[in-house]
């Protein structure tokens, strides 16, 4: 499916219930569609409700239920107090809780990255490092006056050690190769997803590669937040439309 310019953006109709009540699976991002995204990676939470709502989505579904984060899949899981569902983790380069489980070596130039993110946001205070098992991420949330000093030294870092630049929502991460859609993709060709209809719902750039997917194999992509040129299908307008809409569909399925 050709990506939509957002002149065509009416196009993208809140998603039906029924879209992902019969014998759909779900993929779903993290920050930004899941949780509302916090000024520190670290400063967010996830609450009782959204717990529930998860081990509620997973009965009902029968297992076919996945997070797909740019997060570690063991932050992931810490956040939720362990889950009973498959996770792709650091972009999806990380498959945790199935058959074909995969964590790739964590590339030794991620430290050198580290410390040059640590230097400048020594420097240039509000900047936040996050560490990830498999990149790191400088956060330009706090002082958005640095965005050209992050993207200059994340492009000069990137040339020189040959790690994959990641643009996010007001971050620059420079982490080993993934892709969510590579996951989604993967996570299709085994049970319990396997044979039913994709569906993925995101909100950032990097969940693209997903929505992409989810097409090609006969599903939608959902996209939560403003209006952008994207592959998705549908379109939800922020996390608190996202989890009541997944609240239906827990509902529906039921």
Known sequence: MPKLAEHDMAALLAPP???????????????????????????????SRLR???????????????????????????????????????????????AQAEMPERPAALDTVAARFHAL?????????????????????????AEGDARALAEELSAATGLTLQRGKMVFELRAPGDKGRAIAALM???PFAG?????LGDDLTDEPGFATVARLGGAGVLVGP????????????????LRWLERIAENAA
Do not use: N, Q, W
Not at 232 to 237: H, K, S, T
């Open 17 to 47: 219930p029924a879209h992902l009540a019969d014998g759909a699976s779900l993929f779903l991002d993290f920050d930004g569609t899941l949780v509302d995204i916090a000024p520190r990676p670290d400063a967010v939470a996830v609450d």
């Open 52 to 98: 529930r709502l998860i081990a509620t989505l997973i009965e009902r579904l029968d297992g076919r239920i996945a997070i797909v984060s740019g997060r570690g899949a063991a932050e992931i899981a810490a956040l939720f107090g362990g889950l009973d569902c498959p996770i792709a983790g650091s972009h999806g380069a990380e498959l945790r809780g199935v």
């Open 121 to 145: 946001a020594e420097a240039r205070p509000g900047l936040v490092v996050e560490l990830k098992p498999l990149g790191v991420g400088l956060h330009y949330r706090g002082v958005p006056a």
């Open 189 to 191: 060709g085994a049970m």
């Open 196 to 200: 039913s209809r994709p569906v993925f």
């Open 227 to 242: 209006v952008r040129e994207t592959e998705a299908a549908y379109r939800l307008p922020d996390v608190t439309s996202t």
